[in-house]
């Protein structure tokens, strides 16, 4: 089993900045990408962010020179710090790790950015 456990978000002004977390625990051998995914109101999930193992990364063309995704190998950690932060950004951010074929996805932090 894995868990991914996701921290971070939180209340922000339009022009300020979050940093996310995301931790995988559990049975973990070797992950091949992990990602953020955000889901606005009345919206479809759609992809942030995302690194591969190997360290390439994949930007939104929205958020390209904002955010940034990082991670912690030895740590299963994926971080997304969000920079100059639009309203449009508001959602529920969600990580996704993939491993052995199979997509694990958290619980979902709130990200709510006011104008």
């Known amino acids: 089993q894995v868990q991914v456990v996701e921290s971070g978000g939180g209340f922000v002004q339009a022009g300020g900045s979050l940093r996310l977390s995301c931790a995988a625990s559990?049975?973990?051998?070797?992950?091949?990408?992990m990602g953020w995914y955000r889901q606005a109101p009345g919206k479809q999930r759609e992809l942030v962010a995302a690194?591969?193992?190997?360290?390439?990364?994949n930007y939104q063309d929205s958020v390209k020179g904002r955010f940034t995704i990082s991670k912690h190998h030895a740590k299963n950690t994926v971080y997304l710090q969000m920079n100059s932060l639009k309203p449009e950004d508001t959602g529920v951010y969600y990580c996704?790790?993939?491993?052995?074929?199979?997509?694990?996805w958290g619980q979902g932090t709130q990200v709510t950015v006011s104008s």
């Open positions: 690194i591969t193992s190997g360290g390439s990364t």
């Open positions: 996704k790790v993939s491993l052995r074929g199979y997509d694990y």
């Open positions: 559990g049975t973990i051998f070797s992950i091949n990408a």
